[in-house]
């Protein structure tokens, strides 16, 4: 069973910073995807960054030049690292992890539980 554990979240002024933090555990197939999502209230729930195991990255276009993923695929993290944080940025992360499995042919998806950013005026 995989599970994903986020940490990190907080309240923060803005202009700050924050750094997330999320740990896969179980059976992970060697080659997958881990990204950032959030949803913030009354909205759907969006991609902020992706990052393959190969290191290729993938921002929303708000995220670009602000935010940075990053992985230790030793460890099975994944981490964002979120400067000049804006309150358009409140929401609550999440982490998922995704590969597609070719026995059976599949493609799984895992979620963490979230965790709350907020970004103060």
């Known amino acids: 069973q995989v599970q994903l554990v986020e940490s990190g979240g907080g309240l923060v002024q803005a202009g700050g910073s924050l750094r997330l933090s999320c740990a896969a555990s179980?059976?992970?197939?060697?080659?997958?995807?881990m990204s950032w999502y959030r949803q913030a209230p009354g909205k759907q729930r969006e991609l902020v960054a992706g990052i393959t195991t190969g290191g290729t990255t993938n921002y929303k276009e708000s995220a670009k030049g602000r935010f940075t993923i990053s992985r230790d695929n030793a460890e099975n993290t994944v981490y964002l690292q979120m400067n000049n944080l804006k309150p358009e940025d409140t929401a609550v992360y999440y982490c998922?992890?995704?590969?597609?499995?070719?026995?059976?042919?599949?493609?799984?998806?895992?979620w963490g539980q979230g965790t709350q950013v907020t970004v103060a005026s």
């Open positions: 998922h992890l995704t590969w597609t499995s070719l026995a059976p042919l599949k493609t799984l998806n895992y």
């Open positions: 179980g059976t992970i197939f060697s080659r997958n995807v």
